[in-house]
């Protein structure tokens, strides 16, 4: 098994940054045959949403509502990935995910890290 375990979450006010990390371990070989790496977030109330992926050879997508403003890396050797927010909003507030996957195989998923922008 793998797994994950994110940081980084906090109180912030609008305009603000933070920065998410995630961590990996556990099976390496499970590890090393990853495609790609995701967050995810999910307010009250709502259904989780797509917030960004990132392959093993850094294509990155990202949802359009967090276009320009988040940044999704990865560190294949520290089994890390990471989401950089900026110009946050009070929108933005929810609890983030990260995902691990194998497409078509299997997928790990983190507890979730809080995060709240004051307006």
Same mark, same amino acid.
């Given at each position: 098994q793998v797994q994950l375990e994110e940081s980084g979450g906090g109180l912030v006010q609008a305009g603000g940054s933070l920065r998410l990390a995630c961590a990996a371990s556990?099976? &390496?070989? #499970? &590890? %090393? #045959? &990853? !495609? @790609? =790496? @995701?967050?995810y977030r999910q307010a009250p109330g709502e259904q989780r949403e797509l917030v960004a992926t990132i392959t093993v050879g850094g294509t #990155? !997508? *990202? /949802?359009?509502?967090? %276009?320009?403003?988040?940044? &999704?890396? #990865?560190?294949? /050797? %520290?089994? =890390?990935? *990471?989401?950089? =927010?900026?110009?946050l909003k009070p929108e933005d507030t929810a609890v983030y995910y990260c995902s691990w996957y194998r497409v078509g195989e299997y997928d790990y998923w983190g507890q979730g890290t809080q995060v709240t922008v004051s307006s």
């Open positions: 556990g099976n &390496i070989f #499970r &590890i %090393k #045959r &990853i !495609n @790609a =790496m @995701a967050w #990155r !997508n *990202y /949802a359009d509502s967090v %276009k320009g403003r988040f940044t &999704i890396s #990865r560190d294949n /050797a %520290k089994n =890390m990935v *990471y989401l950089q =927010m900026n110009s």
